[in-house]
T-cell receptor, first 111, second 116 residues
Framework: GENVEQHPSTLSVQEGDSAVIKCTYS??????FPWYKQELGKGPQLIID?????GEKKDQRIAVTLNKTAKHFSLHITETQPEDSAVYFC??????????FGQGTILTVHP | GAGVSQSPSNKVTEKGKDVELRCDPI?????LYWYRQSLGQGLEFLIY????????KSGLPSDRFSAERTGGSVSTLTIQRTQQEDSAVYLC??????????????FGPGTRLLVL
């Protein structure tokens, strides 16, 4: 089955800096790649997603890139703010089925 | 509009007891998913319902776990003879449909289960 690896497990940045989180996947049939943000005591919330027919997608300070050949995708957050501090998960799925998640990245943004 | 809701928000039970966890998906969403989040295992898929199709049960860890979805809406996850290793947060998600190319899955707040 699908396996998703996520790095780094923890990331600490200063407010205003950029943050990058990387994921690799194993199943070339995967075609949907969402990123979720999870705050303490809450369920995961989608922040951005990308489909396999697109190489890059941007939404304000957040961008995701996808390299299908290398089977990896990355989340980029620019101009980080303290409220960006949370756990971030990447995931992959085939045709909208079950999500396989990465292990998560704890992002801390220091004021 | 209303999001995915789950109940109870917290559940403490004794080892060996049965528990039922409830999920109310977003109205009109035909796909419903259950996941489990634990410290050692991260976020794991359990089971997935899509319309009237047979559910994908491939993630259920043992035959003590079962789920049903009545009327294409509310779903109940049942754990029989609970064990301490079942302690985790159980998350439900729904999406408009499970289509080619993927659809956003919207998550509920989860049920925190503690088995003593």
């Amino acid at each position: 089955g699908e396996n998703v690896e996520q790095h780094p497990s923890t990331l600490s940045v200063q407010e205003g800096d950029s943050a990058v989180i990387k994921c690799t996947y194993s199943d070339s049939a995967s075609n949907y790649f969402p990123w979720y943000k999870q705050e303490l005591g809450k369920g995961p919330q989608l922040i951005i997603d990308i489909r396999s027919n697109v190489g890059e997608k941007k939404d304000q300070r957040i961008a995701v890139t996808l390299n299908k050949t290398a089977k990896h995708f990355s989340l980029h957050i620019t101009e980080t703010q303290p409220e960006d501090s949370a756990v971030y998960f990447c995931a992959a799925s085939i045709d909208g089925g079950k999500l396989t998640f990465g292990q998560g990245t704890i992002l801390t943004v220091h004021p | 509009g209303a999001g995915v809701s789950q109940s109870p928000s917290n559940k403490v039970t004794e080892k060996g007891k049965d528990v039922e966890l409830r999920c109310d998906p977003i109205s009109g969403h035909t796909a419903l998913y259950w996941y489990r989040q634990s410290l050692g295992q991260g976020l794991e898929f359990l089971i997935y319902f899509q319309g009237n199709s047979a559910p994908d049960k491939s993630g259920l860890p043992s035959d003590r776990f079962s789920a049903e979805r009545t009327g294409g809406s509310v779903s109940t996850l049942t754990i029989q003879r609970t064990q301490q290793e079942d302690s985790a947060v159980y998350l439900c998600a729904s999406s408009p449909r499970a289509s080619r190319g993927g659809e956003t899955q919207y998550f509920g707040p989860g049920t925190r289960l503690l088995v003593l």
